[in-house]
């Protein structure tokens, strides 16, 4: 998009006039991008926030205006990750960190919008910040969303696992969620992925994932 809209909701930002920005958004999302647009206005968005010169406090105050907002999902799940982008994802953004967590559990296809790497930042996140419950939550959506996606989703699967061992509960709670995983995809496809989380993971849970694939025969 061209950066004209986005800079003129951006100085309404940085110049804290919150209640501005929001109407703003709004405007925008229904008038001007519309629905056939919403990849679109979801970009801007979340750019609007990823790249404003906010504090912390500043950025949560802002955030906060969303409540109650006519913002959709999908631009509310860009802006909540463009604030955490804009602060280097440092954990002093739990309200935008956990308010995103809330959305993708609730609603697995935002991680469309969300992306994949920036997923498995947030997961390292609740990492950093010893969240068990919300890195399960994020973990949990990562397992739905890579079902349909073939070994791909297998790579992404080894990677959040490497985010989930810092606790022994989590950890459990990974392992039943890597067997979520070996029950959701297609059946033909189970051989090799044990094969392959046996070689990426270890051998343990290779034998853990066999296990779960003789049940479903």
């Keep these: 998009t061209e950066p004209g809209p986005r800079i003129l909701v951006q100085l309404m930002l940085q110049t804290h006039r919150y209640d501005d920005v929001i109407e703003m958004l709004e405007n925008y999302q229904t008038n001007i991008f519309g629905t056939e647009r919403?990849?679109?206005?979801?970009?801007?968005?979340?750019?609007?926030?990823?790249?404003?010169?906010?504090?912390?406090?500043?950025?949560?105050?802002?955030?906060?205006?969303?409540?109650?907002?006519?913002?959709?999902?999908?631009?509310?799940?860009?802006?909540?990750?463009?604030?955490?982008?804009?602060?280097?994802?440092?954990?002093?953004?739990?309200?935008?960190?956990?308010?995103?967590?809330?959305?993708?559990?609730?609603?697995?296809?935002?991680?469309?919008?969300?992306?994949?790497?920036?997923?498995?930042?947030?997961?390292?996140?609740?990492?950093?910040?010893?969240?068990?419950?919300?890195?399960?939550?994020?973990?949990?959506?990562?397992?739905?969303?890579?079902?349909?996606?073939?070994?791909?989703?297998?790579?992404?699967?080894?990677?959040?696992?490497?985010?989930l061992v810092w606790d022994d509960n989590v950890k459990e709670s990974a392992v039943e969620l890597l067997r979520r995983y070996i029950r959701g995809v297609p059946l033909e496809n189970v051989p090799g992925l044990v094969s392959f989380f046996g070689d990426e993971i270890n051998r343990e849970m290779g034998q853990t994932l066999e296990a779960t694939y003789l049940m479903r025969q």
């Design 38 to 163: 919403q990849t679109e206005f979801s970009a801007l968005a979340g750019d609007v926030f990823r790249l404003s010169a906010l504090d912390a406090n500043e950025m949560e105050e802002a955030l906060s205006y969303l409540e109650g907002s006519k913002i959709r999902p999908e631009p509310r799940c860009k802006i909540y990750c463009g604030a955490l982008m804009n602060r280097g994802w440092n954990t002093d953004c739990d309200f935008a960190a956990t308010n995103l967590t809330n959305m993708v559990f609730q609603d697995q296809h935002l991680m469309v919008a969300l992306g994949q790497e920036n997923a498995l930042a947030l997961l390292d996140y609740h990492k950093r910040t010893k969240d068990g419950i919300n890195a399960l939550r994020v973990a949990a959506a990562l397992v739905q969303y890579s079902t349909h996606l073939d070994r791909e989703g297998a790579a992404m699967i080894a990677r959040m696992w490497k985010s």
